[in-house]
């Protein structure tokens, strides 16, 4: 007597096949690194280009996908919500990140990358000449705010002398062209695109502002989520020694990265070639987050009241310092086969 | 008023706000046993108690104050404007069908777009003062007020226009000053109370852009700055000043004899 027989093979034999499947899936599923970008002259594009990534998927059977942001906070919001393993932002989003949530800064990876603008024919000499002037800004969770205040500063001004006007970073050089503002401070290539126009000047560099390495200001960082760094730091020495050979490949044939990066992040090739040349956005083998170099930082973003008193970045420089080291023993120049 | 009298009112409006305590009390409950259980991350959900260490800092050193009130004159300078405008051509739609029939198919292609849809417009037209964000909460309390109204106006019941022909109102006019306008007033008053509901909204979605005071900037820089406890004093603010309005409102509707 065996009237329940079929009944449970028929439920039995899918979810055996069901278990089978899951686990296999779960045996043979690559796992994903999110890594967090922003459609600018990373290095992270060049590395991706060049086909860096490709021998660490192979090596660690993991898949390298590229998340992109227009801007830092969101990036820094999907890393709180544990989407990104890796990111690279503005060095003032980076250092939120790695103070306020489970991540460690590991390297520096572009110079520079702020400025602000004026219009071609603006009388403003200065950022001294900003007291009562109206200047668009990307908001107070990018560095270009506290780089600002900085410049307010050095003139003895502060925020309450100009009119803040927050906007989004790429709109920021067509404000000032149209003059609807009378200046604005922006990231690359937001600013390379205002003055390949023509339309628009600078009024001063980061550099101007705030020289902090090498006589430059450090534009953008690598950070990883502390979790991913624990579990897996083959892989985060990996990433960060890509991030490095592509900082050399650039500095090598800045031509052939430029072309690399137009065709990765749709800007023209003209506008990065600009960039390069007028060293709006600099690189340098100078990738180690020094101590010193982020105590000064630090300091700076709790002076704009960016951090608070007790924030505490978190920095892993050995990363940095052994891509650096990799690099240079075998450093040779990869030119881009035009 | 006598002194049993005031107890009286005072002891109704206890009443009345017990259920609103024990909800905010709830809350919190469930909020601090979220972070114990879970442990999360502060910059993803801080403690109550470190939310509200946040809350007394920024009233203390009065930035909260001053957000507060640049969101309320915003919403309040908006929200009196669309009644100036909403509640005479309201009065009118619902006197005149002629009227009606003309300006209802411009509401009812313009009352489906959100406020926040405005709010590039509004930059490009009124640029980065203070008019763009008025223009905004404007948007979102005009047709809350206009269709309440239209409505009051057309349920005044027809006993109490009969009774005013009565009574020597004469002519339409008299007719409706002195019977249709006070007969639709707690329709109209419904109509403010949502109004302000919308225009509130409106305002903090019009802060996160184009602006550097207001609750909603307060909330926009605490996102970008990674301070949820910064977004969660923003919310709680919103809420208490929300129910604030709410409650005067309420009490409002009761003193034009319609139901809260």
Same mark, same amino acid.
């Given at each position: 007597?065996?009237?329940?027989?079929?009944?449970?093979?028929?439920?039995?034999?899918?979810?055996?096949?069901?278990?089978?499947?899951?686990?296999?899936?779960?045996?043979?599923?690559?796992?994903?690194?999110?890594?967090?970008?922003q459609p600018d002259t990373d290095?992270?594009?060049?590395?991706?280009?060049?086909?860096?990534?490709?021998?660490?998927?192979?090596?660690?059977?993991?898949?390298?996908?590229?998340?992109q942001f227009a801007y830092g906070a969101p990036?820094?919001?999907?890393?709180?919500?544990?989407?990104?393993?890796?990111?690279?932002?503005g060095?003032g989003?980076?250092?939120?990140?790695?103070?306020?949530?489970?991540?460690?800064?590991?390297?520096?990876?572009?110079?520079e990358q702020t400025a602000i603008l004026v219009p071609i024919d603006s009388p403003l000499?200065?950022p001294?000449d900003l007291?009562?002037k109206t200047v668009a800004y990307p908001g107070i969770g990018s560095q270009q705010y506290?780089l600002l205040?900085?410049a307010?500063?050095?003139?003895?001004?502060?925020?309450?002398?100009i009119q803040l006007f927050k906007s989004s970073g790429p709109d920021i050089p067509v404000l000032v062209e149209h003059k609807s503002v009378d200046a604005g401070i922006t990231w690359d290539p937001s600013i390379s695109v205002g003055l390949a126009s023509g339309k628009v000047r600078l009024l001063a560099k980061a550099?101007?502002?705030?020289?902090?390495?090498?006589?430059?200001?450090?534009g953008?960082?690598?950070?990883?989520?502390?979790?991913?760094?624990?579990?897996?730091?083959?892989? /985060?020495?990996? =990433?960060?020694? !890509?991030?490095?050979?592509?900082?050399? &490949?650039?500095?090598?044939?800045?031509?052939?990265? #430029?072309?690399?990066w137009s065709?990765?992040i749709g800007i023209p090739e003209n506008v990065i070639t600009l960039s390069l040349?007028q060293?709006i956005s600099?690189?340098?083998?100078?990738?180690?987050?020094?101590?010193?170099?982020?105590?000064?930082? /630090?300091?700076? =973003?709790?002076? !704009?009241?960016?951090?608070?008193?007790? &924030?505490?970045?978190?920095?892993?420089?050995?990363? #940095?310092?052994?891509?650096?080291?990799?690099?240079?023993?075998?450093?040779?120049?990869?030119?881009?086969?035009? | 008023?006598?002194?049993?009298?005031?107890?009286?009112?005072?002891?109704?409006?206890?009443?009345?706000?017990?259920?609103?305590?024990?909800?905010?009390?709830?809350?919190?409950?469930?909020?601090?046993?979220?972070?114990?259980?879970?442990?999360?991350?502060?910059?993803?959900?801080?403690?109550?108690?470190?939310?509200?260490?946040?809350?007394?800092?920024?009233?203390?050193?009065?930035?909260?104050?001053?957000?507060?009130?640049?969101?309320?004159?915003?919403?309040?300078?908006?929200?009196?404007?669309?009644?100036?405008?909403?509640?005479?051509?309201?009065?009118?739609?619902?006197?005149?069908?002629?009227?009606?029939?003309?300006?209802?198919?411009?509401?009812?292609?313009?009352?489906?777009?959100?406020?926040l849809a405005w709010i590039p417009m509004a930059i490009l037209w009124f640029g980065i003062g203070?008019g763009g964000k008025?223009f905004v909460?404007?948007?979102?309390?005009?047709?809350?007020?206009?269709?309440?109204?239209?409505?009051?106006?057309?349920?005044?019941?027809?006993?109490?226009?009969?009774?005013?022909?009565?009574?020597?109102?004469?002519?339409?006019?008299?007719?409706?000053?002195?019977?249709?306008?006070?007969?639709?007033?707690?329709?109209?008053?419904?109509?403010?109370?949502?109004?302000?509901?919308?225009?509130?909204?409106?305002?903090?979605?019009a802060e996160l852009v184009a602006a550097h005071?207001?609750?909603?900037y307060?909330?926009a820089?605490?996102?970008d700055?990674?301070?949820?406890?910064?977004?969660?004093?923003?919310?709680?603010?919103?809420?208490?000043?929300?129910?604030?309005?709410?409650?005067?409102?309420?009490?409002?509707?009761?003193?034009?004899?319609?139901?809260?």
């Amino acid at each position: 007597m065996n009237t329940h027989g079929p009944g449970w093979r028929r439920i039995t034999t899918p979810l055996v096949f069901a278990t089978m499947l899951l686990v296999g899936a779960r045996v043979f599923a690559q796992e994903v690194v999110n890594y967090g970008v922003q459609p600018d002259t990373d290095p992270s594009f060049i590395a991706k280009a060049r086909g860096y990534f490709a021998p660490i998927e192979k090596q660690y059977h993991v898949k390298v996908v590229f998340q992109q942001f227009a801007y830092g906070a969101p990036e820094n919001q999907a890393m709180a919500a544990g989407a990104l393993q890796i990111a690279s932002a503005g060095m003032g989003p980076a250092t939120i990140a790695v103070s306020r949530l489970k991540a460690t800064l590991v390297a520096i990876n572009i110079l520079e990358q702020t400025a602000i603008l004026v219009p071609i024919d603006s009388p403003l000499k200065s950022p001294c000449d900003l007291k009562g002037k109206t200047v668009a800004y990307p908001g107070i969770g990018s560095q270009q705010y506290p780089l600002l205040l900085k410049a307010l500063a050095n003139c003895g001004l502060t925020a309450s002398d100009i009119q803040l006007f927050k906007s989004s970073g790429p709109d920021i050089p067509v404000l000032v062209e149209h003059k609807s503002v009378d200046a604005g401070i922006t990231w690359d290539p937001s600013i390379s695109v205002g003055l390949a126009s023509g339309k628009v000047r600078l009024l001063a560099k980061a550099e101007q502002i705030m020289p902090i390495m090498n006589g430059h200001y450090v534009g953008n960082g690598v950070y990883v989520q502390n979790e991913f760094l624990a579990k897996h730091p083959d892989i /985060t020495q990996a =990433l960060v020694t !890509a991030n490095v050979k592509a900082i050399n &490949d650039i500095l090598c044939d800045p031509a052939g990265a #430029a072309k690399l990066w137009s065709e990765q992040i749709g800007i023209p090739e003209n506008v990065i070639t600009l960039s390069l040349k007028q060293g709006i956005s600099v690189y340098s083998l100078d990738v180690i987050p020094t101590p010193q170099v982020m105590a000064a930082y /630090t300091k700076f =973003l709790k002076d !704009a009241a960016i951090l608070k008193p007790t &924030d505490t970045p978190r920095i892993e420089p050995s990363f #940095a310092a052994k891509a650096l080291k990799e690099v240079e023993a075998g450093k040779t120049c990869k030119m881009h086969a035009t | 008023m006598t002194r049993p009298h005031r107890r009286r009112i005072l002891s109704a409006a206890a009443k009345r706000s017990l259920p609103f305590l024990i909800a905010a009390i709830v809350i919190v409950v469930v909020w601090q046993l979220v972070v114990t259980l879970t442990h999360p991350d502060p910059s993803v959900l801080p403690t109550p108690w470190a939310t509200a260490i946040a809350f007394v800092g920024l009233v203390r050193n009065g930035q909260l104050g001053v957000d507060a009130l640049y969101s309320v004159a915003r919403v309040v300078s908006a929200w009196l404007l669309s009644a100036i405008v909403a509640i005479p051509l309201g009065l009118l739609m619902g006197s005149s069908l002629r009227l009606e029939r003309i300006v209802n198919p411009f509401v009812e292609l313009l009352r489906p777009i959100s406020p926040l849809a405005w709010i590039p417009m509004a930059i490009l037209w009124f640029g980065i003062g203070e008019g763009g964000k008025v223009f905004v909460v404007f948007v979102g309390t005009f047709f809350p007020i206009l269709l309440s109204t239209v409505a009051g106006v057309k349920a005044v019941d027809p006993v109490l226009l009969n009774a005013g022909r009565v009574f020597g109102c004469t002519s339409r006019l008299a007719l409706f000053r002195r019977v249709v306008v006070p007969a639709s007033l707690p329709s109209v008053v419904v109509g403010l109370r949502v109004a302000f509901g919308t225009g509130w909204a409106a305002i903090i979605a019009a802060e996160l852009v184009a602006a550097h005071t207001g609750l909603g900037y307060l909330i926009a820089n605490g996102m970008d700055i990674l301070r949820a406890d910064l977004v969660l004093v923003g919310m709680a603010a919103i809420g208490l000043l929300g129910f604030l309005f709410d409650a005067f409102f309420r009490a409002l509707q009761r003193q034009f004899g319609g139901s809260s």
